[in-house]
């Protein structure tokens, strides 16, 4: 019996020494990965935003980024944010609590997502979603040394594309990027085309009476079973307030409209957020 314990107890340090070696080993990728898209990254101008900025937009934009008290504000060309949330692979899939960190460059659009699920607190899967000069990667370890997706090419770009739009959200100073065109749809509704690096993204943004953005809609690239295909992708809010000096969207989730039902596969909430260096 004790030769058996013991045995056990040397299979649960070696275990544990290699998911703490395979978390290490991942987070200096992510970290390399940060790195890599802020190497350029000009010096902050120190200049403020003006309601001259906004003079262009559609009015319903204009009003929603008076209301979120971006007038004033330092121009910025580099957001790190925090979240935490649960998410699933799946319909039938098994909510899984994360954290993540997100790290977002806006002159040159680009971002780092790091996310890690714990079980009994253990970091037993990590991810890492970016994006940068119009290429997108999508990576997922297990353990975290076996890898179980690594997604890359024109369909992964185009998601990852999408996504940038969206996130816009917690930095809507890159709403006045010449890279996104604005049109009015109705009294609550805009449309932004966002191009970058040759890829197009076409979006409807939703605005409440209250000046809270409440959906972004759009047609993404989705994998099944089956194939690589572009379904409907919605994130509705159900959660507003004060972050780093901005009225900003602080919790909602994100599904895909699956024809035959709806799949909510993430819910979102912002805990923390940092503009500039």
């Not at 209301?67 to 899984?96: A, C």
């Not at 994360?98 to 079980?119: G, S």
């Not at 809270?212 to 993404?220: A, E, P």
Request: charged letters at 25%.
């Amino acid at each position: 019996m004790k030769v058996i314990l013991k045995l056990i107890l040397v299979i649960l340090v070696l275990l544990s020494v290699l998911i703490w070696y395979g978390n290490y080993r991942f987070q200096k990728m992510s970290e390399a990965k940060v790195k890599e898209i802020y190497a350029d990254l000009p010096s902050e101008s120190g200049e403020v935003i003006t309601s001259a900025d906004l003079a262009a937009l559609p009015p319903l934009m204009k009003k929603y980024l008076v209301d979120t008290g971006l007038v004033g504000q330092q121009h910025i060309n580099k957001v790190q944010l925090k979240q935490q949330g649960r998410i699933r692979m799946s319909p039938e899939g098994r909510w899984l609590s994360f954290t993540a960190e997100q790290f977002y460059r806006l002159d040159k659009p680009a971002f780092v997502w790091n996310t890690t699920v714990r079980v009994l607190g253990i970091p037993v899967i990590r991810g890492v979603d970016v994006y940068q000069e119009g290429k997108g990667q999508m990576l997922i370890k297990v353990m975290p040394f076996f890898t179980v997706v690594n997604a890359q090419g024109e369909e992964v770009n185009s998601g990852a594309h999408s996504r940038y739009l969206n996130e816009i959200m917690w930095f809507p100073q890159m709403y006045l990027s010449p890279q996104i065109k604005f049109s009015s749809v109705d009294e609550n509704l805009v449309r932004a085309r966002f191009e970058d690096q040759g890829i197009v993204t076409v979006a409807d943004i939703e605005i409440n009476q209250d000046s809270r953005l409440v959906n972004f809609t759009c047609d993404r690239w989705y994998a099944d079973d089956q194939a690589d295909v572009t379904r409907k992708w919605s994130t509705p809010i159900n959660e507003w307030g004060r972050l780093a000096g901005l009225e900003l969207p602080l919790a909602g989730h994100a599904e895909w409209d699956l024809g035959d039902r709806t799949f909510k596969y993430i819910e979102i909430k912002l805990t923390d957020i940092k503009y500039g260096d």
